[in-house]
Structure formats: C-alpha cells, structure tokens
C-alpha cells in the first residue's frame, strides 16, 4: 500500500491521528521537500514519528519514483507532503503511476494553505483562481499571473498568490556543465511578491492601459500560517512593499469585492487603519 499523508501546515503534531497510525506502520517513509516546508525540521518529525525519514526532493520524486512504487508493491510505504496531499500535480502523478502499476493507494488529508488563508477573514468561498508569483530574474519577467488577478477581481473575486520557492536549484552554469552544484534555498516574500506586482502595474500604464489593480488595492500579507508565530498584515498593494513579516512560507492575497465583515475582519490586521478608511479601490458588496 502506498499512502500520501498530509503533514499540515505547521509542525509535528499537525499530523492527523489517522496519518500518524499511517506512518508508524509503514516500512519506508519519505518525505517530500520541495513542494513547500515545515516551521520544524526533519529531525523533529522523526523523534515524533518514531521513524526514519527519507527526503524525497524534486529530482527523486519526478525520476525514481518507480523505484518508489515498487517498494509500495511488497509493503506499506509513506509520502509525507506539508499541507495536504494535492497542494501539487506531481503527487496526482504518483496516484497514476501507481495505479498504472496495480498498487493500491490511500489519501490522508490535512489542511493546507489553500483553506488555511480563511484565517485572515477573507470568505474561502469568495476566492477565485489561484495563482503562483515566480522570481524574476534579469532575462525572464513573465506577467501573465497578473492578468489572472485581474480577471478574479473583475468578477468580484479574491486572490490567494502562492509565493516562490526555490529548493536545490542549480545555476545556468553548473547544470550546463553536470555539475550536482545547487544554490542557497530562497523563499518569495511578501514584499518581494508587491514589488513584482507594483512594477508590472507600472509596465501596464506605461503601455496605455488603466490597471484594475493599483497601488491603493487592499491586499493581505501572511506568514507561517498554522504556526505558533504566525503572522497576517492588511493593507493596500504598497503597503505590502516594505510589510516585514519575518521568515518563510509567505502568502498574499489581493481582494475582490469584500462583504462588510470580511472588510471588518482585515481591519484586526491592518497595517494602517486609514488605508481601509480613505482607500478608493476598496469594494465592498
């Protein structure tokens, strides 16, 4: 049996009773590290679960994952996935290998980023599609997530931005030249993801049109959802330019049409009330 068990979004203890009773009876278990990351690290998870870990990053995952199912085929094998199991496509992938394979499979849920931005206020069921904001670098400055914000908040719709992250990447260089040589982790945060947003408004202008997002947009900065030092800031896109909320994993959301209590609710995070007072682009139903 090959089980995807989702980890939650904070730390050890996250993990539902039924994913716990999971691990602790599989042989292998593997931990997917790419993805997205824990607030603890693997040495934590281990001494909680009682057993060994083996981290599964990207390169293991999409190349050896036949050698993976095939262990699942003569015992219990765990994936572990921060958050829930489909937050991402190569985990359905897995599912169709594994099927394709004959090997039975089971799904443990947990929350994940997806339902867990409902702490902000912000009604789950107001939120159109989700998008992904990448780095930029100084060749390759893509916008077309922008054109999906823009089309949530023509329908009246919020958007959660999932933030960067790069995990064992190689430069240009070292994977031209085959050399296992990988990069410093980096994280997309907040105000990182505005800049990005503020600078593609501007291009906007630049070029004759008249954004439906501005600078005056209310957006809302999370961090470390579901940990104990969690942090949310509202206020509008400019504001979430210089907000510091400390380490990774970030998250923003640019609004749509807010009900009036969604509207009171971000205001308990406000990083200025007077944004919320005297914003023009604020929309409320």
């Known amino acids: 049996m ?3 068990v989702g980890l939650g979004l904070g730390d050890a203890e996250d993990i539902t009773v039924k994913g716990l009773e999971a691990v602790r009876r599989c042989r292998r278990v593997y931990l997917e590290a790419y993805t997205s990351v824990l607030t603890v690290g693997k040495e934590a ?21 036949d ?3 095939k262990e699942a ?7 572990l996935v921060v958050g829930d199991p489909f937050g991402a496509t190569t985990h359905s992938d897995l599912v169709l290998r594994a099927v394709k394979l004959g090997i039975p499979y089971k799904v443990i849920h947990n929350a994940s980023i997806m339902n867990a931005v409902g ?8 939120f159109g599609e989700t998008v992904s904001i990448v780095f930029w670098t100084d060749t390759w400055k893509p916008e077309s997530f922008f054109d999906k914000i823009e089309k949530n908040r023509r329908n009246g719709m919020h958007t959660l931005c999932l933030l960067d992250i790069k995990v064992k990447e190689q430069s240009l260089e070292n994977l031209m030249k085959g050399r296992k040589i990988y990069e410093p982790p980096r994280y997309m945060s907040v105000n990182q993801a505005a800049e990005q947003l503020l600078a593609i408004i501007q291009n ?7 954004p439906e997002i501005t600078e005056n947009t209310i957006c809302v900065g999370l961090a470390r959802v579901g940990a104990r030092d ?42 200025d009330n007077s944004s919320f007072e005297n914003n023009a682009c604020q929309r409320t139903a």
Do not use: W
């Open 73 to 79: 085929d003569v015992c219990d094998v765990a994936f």
């Open 230 to 271: 969690e942090k949310i800031a509202s206020g509008t896109l400019q504001q979430m330019s210089t907000v510091e909320l400390g380490a990774p994993l970030h998250s923003l959301i640019v609004t749509g049409t807010m009900h009036p209590l969604e509207l009171e609710m971000l205001k308990l995070f406000s990083v």
């Open 67 to 69: 050698s993976l199912l």
């Open 204 to 210: 906007r202008r630049l070029q004759g049109e008249k």
């Open 119 to 126: 702490c902000c206020g912000l009604q789950l069921y107001n």
């Open 45 to 65: 998870l281990e001494e909680f679960y009682g057993k060994e870990l083996i981290l599964a990053d990207r390169e293991m995952v999409e190349q050896e994952a």
């Open 2 to 4: 090959l089980y995807l």
